[in-house]
């Protein structure tokens, strides 16, 4: 047991997803490394298009077949890329499961919550329908649906979005997963209800003792969830660290651009910082660091040679060649 | 089902040297009401009412934000719709500028969409995907009668203001442009018509951070240039907090709190905004959400709860909010432009926290 707490559950080394396509190709991620102990919450933090998807996509083997996946990524010590499709079925539900950002393209419309949920516990673990069910139903009342007896029967679109938000989840915990992956869970939703959702997400997190990978592009979102932040951009983790350090320190450019330039209480009456430009296109990334052409910081080798990825402590890497001390200090 | 007062309601208009001044509300609203019909049944008959606008008042000062806040489905673009007259309204009287709105010697409806523009949120299906951005800036005015050349100087100004460079922009199209840079084209197309008054319908939602700071700092700056006004909707409370200097809660079709920003924000009354409130992330690790300030979604707009529409979900909730429904009106203990709807700030209103008590 303390030899299992030693070794983290989600392994990951320098993942590529590249869609290979005849007119051109979109590097959505792009050498990605990191990893997560058991019990912990892992926070991907990013803007649209940064590649947060397709990497959880990736942990679940869930890429297209003309998607080319390069790298390692050990899931429960076993690693997804290159894993047949009938392995990964295998550990989809018991090892791995996700939450996706469209709970609507998720969620079979044509059958009932309690039917799918019953479905995915019998299929992994052999129960009778009338078991399965009856687990469905612990399911739906640990996500706090109320009246779930009656929800059991309902379908998706009956449902209001909190309401698929909460089944959804239960769906991902049916089979106990060791690690959870979060797509935007809460994206979509109101934010009173996206706190009882974070909240609960965290309640159940703690008593399963699960890893969790939770993508966001929201900072309030990281601040109450994560316990480590991986700060995405251009298809790359930029920063990485326990939430307090990334947060705190903000030691990548653009880490500081983007939470100095999210709007929160107290920045009335100023003009508000913001990163000039777009993000790039994956398509046609610029040679050297990707956020070159929008950091105030760049230097002319930036323009021209990859960032370095800088160890500033255990888990704390930053890609950046200002976090380099020689440099940092000239 | 009663039915619903007739809208045109006769207002004569405002006296000339009042009309146009510094003093006049460029908008007043007042018991706007929209209840969508819901059909069933095999008949297709009218089965229930969406009470999506009810008895909503308020005023728009000259030169001023007023930032409306609520969570989905709560009426808000409703109310946009119906202040632009997109759609026609069951009741209520809209004032433009001290002119009744489709009135007899008021302001034609025509006239009003020229001084009222809206920019929405999606930034896409609001762009004629066949047209170059300079043709979709300048249509509008080629429509009214600009002749051509101004026109088209008006559309290079335009895409300057709103920080794109017109010789690179001008001739793209829309599916060439960047979602923030989309938005930027909307904005310069809702101020061709020269309007006073912006309506900002979820404008910055749909962007990333980084962009969404771009376009706030644009409205800041376009506002001050051009001497404009905004109602801003959104459900982000913290960007209503930045841009915002007067704020109105909405919740199921009803104004429930309203007042200042500041006031809004540091001494929030009403049960709803308070919990409202709370519910923003915290964006420090250390001091985080511990407690869920509301349980359950909101309920739908489908026949909503009698009396006070909060109270199924209001821990203060006692009989009379359910027999009664409470007015908004300002409290004896805040500034009178803060004004809130709950039995708790009406003196012998029969509930137990009436005024003297209050909340915490
Ligand atoms: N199946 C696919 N084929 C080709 N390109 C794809 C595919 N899926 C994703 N992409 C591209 O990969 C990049 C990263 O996409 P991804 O969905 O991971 O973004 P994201 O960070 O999750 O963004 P968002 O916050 O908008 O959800 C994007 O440029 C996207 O267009
Ligand atoms: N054309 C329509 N027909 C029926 N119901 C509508 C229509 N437009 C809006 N509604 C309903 O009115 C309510 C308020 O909607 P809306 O004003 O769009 O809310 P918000 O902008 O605050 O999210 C919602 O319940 C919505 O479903
Ligand atoms: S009127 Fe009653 S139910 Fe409504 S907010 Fe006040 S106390 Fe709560
Ligand atoms: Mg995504
Ligand atoms: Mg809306």
Redesign the interface.
């Known amino acids: 047991m303390a030899q299992a707490a030693q070794t983290p559950i989600v392994d990951v080394r320098d993942l590529k997803v590249e869609f290979r396509r005849r007119e051109q190709s979109v590097a959505a991620v792009n050498g990605v490394t990191f990893s997560l102990m058991p019990g912990e919450v892992l926070t991907i933090l990013g803007e649209s298009g940064s590649g947060k998807s397709v990497t959880l996509k990736a942990l679940m083997g869930l890429v297209p077949d003309y998607a080319h996946v390069s790298g390692t990524a050990l899931v429960a010590g076993k690693d997804v890329v290159g894993m047949s499709k009938d392995e990964l079925r295998k550990i989809r539900g018991p090892v791995v499961s996700m939450i996706f950002q469209e709970p609507m393209t998720a969620l079979d419309p044509v059958f009932t919550i309690g039917d799918q949920i019953a479905e995915i516990i019998r299929t992994h673990e052999g129960l009778s329908h009338r078991a399965a069910m009856k687990r469905a139903l612990e399911l739906l009342e640990m996500v706090s649906i109320p009246s779930a007896a009656r929800r059991l029967k309902n379908y998706p679109h009956e449902m209001s979005g909190g309401m698929r938000q909460r089944a959804m989840i239960a769906m991902a915990l049916a089979c106990r997963p060791s690690v959870l992956l979060a797509d935007e869970p809460t994206t979509a939703l109101d934010v009173t209800v996206q706190i009882q959702i974070l909240l609960l997400l965290r309640q159940i997190q703690k008593e399963m003792g699960m890893a969790v990978v939770f993508v966001t592009h929201d900072v309030g979102v990281a601040a109450e969830i994560s316990d480590q932040v991986a700060v995405m951009y251009a298809g790359r983790l930029v920063e990485t660290g326990t939430v307090y350090e990334v947060l705190s320190e903000r030691s990548h450019p653009y880490t500081e651009g983007l939470l100095s330039s999210t709007v929160h209480g107290g920045m009335k009456g100023q003009p508000l910082d913001m990163i000039r430009g777009q993000p790039p296109n994956l398509a046609a990334l610029p040679p050297g660091c990707s956020f070159a052409p929008r950091c105030n910081q760049a230097a002319e080798s930036c323009h021209r040679v990859d960032a370095p990825s800088v160890t500033l402590g255990p888990g704390r890497l930053v890609r950046c060649i200002r976090a380099q001390p020689l440099l940092a200090a000239e | 089902m009663s039915t619903p007062a007739p809208y045109k309601v006769y207002m004569p208009p405002v006296p000339e040297e009042i009309r146009g001044g510094k003093a006049q509300p460029l908008l007043i609203v007042d018991k706007l009401r929209k209840y969508f019909p819901v059909r069933g049944g095999v008949l297709n008959r009218v089965t229930a009412m969406v009470k999506a606008v009810d008895d909503v008042t308020f005023e728009v000062q000259k030169g001023e934000v007023l930032g409306i806040v609520g ?2 489905g709560c009426g808000k673009s409703t109310t946009a719709r119906l202040v632009m007259q997109l759609i026609k309204p069951d009741a209520g009287t809209l004032v433009y500028d001290g002119d009744p709105v489709g009135a007899f010697r008021g302001i034609s409806v025509s006239a009003l969409r020229r001084k009222v523009q809206m920019v929405f949120q999606e930034s896409f299906a609001s762009l004629n995907p066949r047209l170059s951005i300079s043709d979709s800036i300048s249509y509008a005015p080629k429509m009214h009668g600009t002749p051509r050349a101004e026109a088209d100087e008006r559309t290079e100004r335009l895409l300057r203001d709103v920080g794109l460079n017109p010789a690179q922009f001008a001739r793209r199209y829309p599916h060439e442009l ?4 989309r938005q930027r084209v909307n904005i310069a197309r809702a101020l061709a018509l020269e309007p006073k008054l912006l309506i900002l319908d979820e404008s910055v939602s749909a962007l ?7 376009v ?2 644009l409205l ?1 700056e376009l506002k001050q240039k051009r001497d404009l006004t905004y109602m801003f909707i959104s ?5 209503v ?2 841009i915002s200097d007067r704020v109105l809660v909405m919740y199921l079709g009803k104004v429930v709190e309203t007042g200042p ?1 500041d006031e809004i ?1 540091r001494n929030p009354r009403h049960p709803y905004t308070k ?2 409130l709370r ?8 001091h ?11 309920p739908s707009p489908l026949n909503p709860p009698s009396g006070c529409r909060f109270r199924t979900r209001c821990a203060f909730a006692e009989s009379v909010c359910a027999a009664k429904v409470p007015e908004l009106a300002a409290t004896p203990d805040s500034p009178p432009q803060h004004e809130v709807s709950c039995h708790m700030f009406v003196a012998g209103s029969g509930h137990s926290r009436a005024i003297s008590g209050g909340l915490s």
């Open positions: 969570e989905s960047s979602g923030g840079q990333d951070k980084s962009v969404e700071a771009q706030l700092n800041v459900h982000d409370l913290n960007v907090e930045f920003v924000y919990a409202l519910s923003k992330p915290s964006f420090d690790p250390a985080r959400t511990t407690e869920m300030p509301l349980t359950g979604d909101p």
